[in-house]
């Protein structure tokens, strides 16, 4: 089971510029621990949080705003980590594949479309579809639900604090790629049963693997 931001695609440092100005822009005032407290968050979530620093616009005007921006970056071009489409493919060979991203449908579609990776996911699941975002289980208890498997028969790839912490809570067993501008925090680091340097490390050997 995949997560996108951070662990696909090198998309935080996008989310934070786009945002950032966004919010500047609209006559908010961008937080110290903002970016921290983003990752992770649903749309609906970081919408509303957006608007609580003072951005003059809806939460549903400010994630159309940000969406559309996104997109736009992405269709430009989309920063795949080291490693992303490789690893998709070898896991793919012989494991079946899930997705639970904070990001909306519309960018995961674009994003999977455009790295050619489609067709490797069985499911993929957007915590806009779901109540919770991470650090609540719900987007990997759906995934694992469309994949119609036990969720702890499952194993989650994670960078940020709040969705090892999403995994964890979703029974999944948890490996961690740590972003190395944004580590996650080391009790949520913790919670993870394996710690890789890089997607290369990613094996379907190690999957099958408890420790």
């Known amino acids: 089971m995949f997560d996108l931001d951070g662990v696909l695609v090198d998309s935080e440092p996008v989310w934070e510029e786009v945002r950032r100005a966004f919010v500047a822009e609209h006559g908010g005032t961008w937080q110290p621990d903002t970016q921290s407290r983003l990752m992770g968050m649903s749309t609906p979530e970081w919408a509303a949080y957006l608007h609580s620093l003072g951005v003059s616009l809806s939460p549903d005007e400010i994630a159309r705003g940000v969406v559309d921006q996104m997109a736009a970056r992405y269709r430009d071009e989309v920063p795949l980590m080291p490693g992303a489409v490789k690893a998709v493919r070898r896991l793919h060979e012989s ?74 809570a979703a029974g999944m067993r948890v490996i961690a790629v740590p972003h190395p501008r944004y580590p996650p925090a080391p009790d949520a680091l913790a919670l993870a049963g394996r710690v890789l340097p890089d997607l290369d490390a990613l094996t379907s050997e190690l999957l099958g693997s408890p420790s």
């Open 95 to 168: 494991v079946t594949l899930g997705l639970a991203s904070s990001s909306p449908r519309t960018l995961i579609d674009v994003v999977l479309a455009a790295a050619g990776l489609t067709e490797c996911f069985a499911a993929t699941v957007s915590t806009e579809e779901v109540e919770r975002g991470k650090p609540a289980p719900d987007g990997y208890l759906e995934a694992a639900r469309r994949l119609e498997v036990d969720p702890r028969q499952c194993v989650a790839v994670e960078d940020s604090s709040n969705g090892l912490r999403s995994a964890h």
